[in-house]
């Protein structure tokens, strides 16, 4: 009986992701994943409380997959946290910016230290703007998905702390409250790898360590060309704009989800798009 009603879940849930609603669904938000083959991806992360979407920060591609990719699993009866790699005292800002209609909302959305700095990276790219967008508009239409930032506040200035275990105990204090049947966490891979991340000199623990209970899906989502927008260089002569992506080019499966096997593998899945494209701040097209 609990597969069948899996199935029936899963099966409502492409439907509706896919665009090709009738009759009674006709009012539900149809969550489009454009090109890529998620079905297998979806079908896992029905049984999970927290899935873990690792991704290389700075394209448009991604967002707007996970975009879909949340509106999807909330389809399915499930009450959604989205958590962001982002400090946990700018949360307050995308709720001001959902809850008022103002015309300069934008305007004062990027007067924030954090979206409106000089010098970003990808985390607060139009791509992710628009993924903010993009739920305001779901949670408006019925959909019961919130945002969070899960990093370390910025205000007041605290000492450093390990990062990796500060944001996992904060996806486990959000799942504890019950409020949530499933946190999606969006991150840079380094993060949400199974195990430890390799930094040459020393091993570190990811979130996973962290999360209790420890039942997770992770999921790389990498590229297998194109271009991302980042700031690199030395310190005296940094180049911010679209770099071109490194990737794994032994992986001949794109837009669709792979099961990685074996434990040395860094994570349980992945989906290799085809091709993505860099994503500019945010702040330079509202911030004028």
Known sequence: MKNKSRRIAIAIGIVLALGIVQGSFAKAPACDLGDINAEGVIEKALDYPYVLLGEGHGTREVPKFVGAFVCVMAQNNKRI???LEM????????????????????????????WGR?????????AMF???QYVGELRAQGLKIDIIGVEQE?????????????????LTKAYGTRKYDQVIF?????????????????????????????VFLSVKLSAKEGTSWSCQGPRDN??????KRTS????????????REGKNNGFHGEIMFKKVTASEPAYLKYKK
């Not at 032994?250 to 669709?256: A, C, P, V």
């Open 130 to 132: 628009e993924l903010i």
């Open 248 to 259: 794994d080019q032994s992986q001949k499966h794109t837009n669709i989800y792979i099961e």
């Open 238 to 243: 940094i180049v911010c704009g679209g770099h």
């Open 81 to 83: 946290l989205l958590a």
């Open 154 to 170: 910025w205000y007041p200035r605290k000492p450093r702390s390990n990062k990796n275990k500060y944001m996992g105990e904060q």
């Open 87 to 114: 400090p946990a005292d700018f949360t307050k800002d995308i709720t001001d910016y959902w809850a008022t209609s103002s015309l300069d909302r934008e305007k004062t959305f990027f007067e924030s230290l954090y």
């Open 186 to 214: 969006l991150s840079g891979s380094a993060h949400t790898r199974i195990e430890y991340v390799d930094t040459g000199y020393r091993k570190l623990k990811t979130v996973t360590a962290y999360l209790n209970p420890h």
């Open 118 to 126: 000089v010098r970003p990276d990808g985390r607060t790219s139009l």
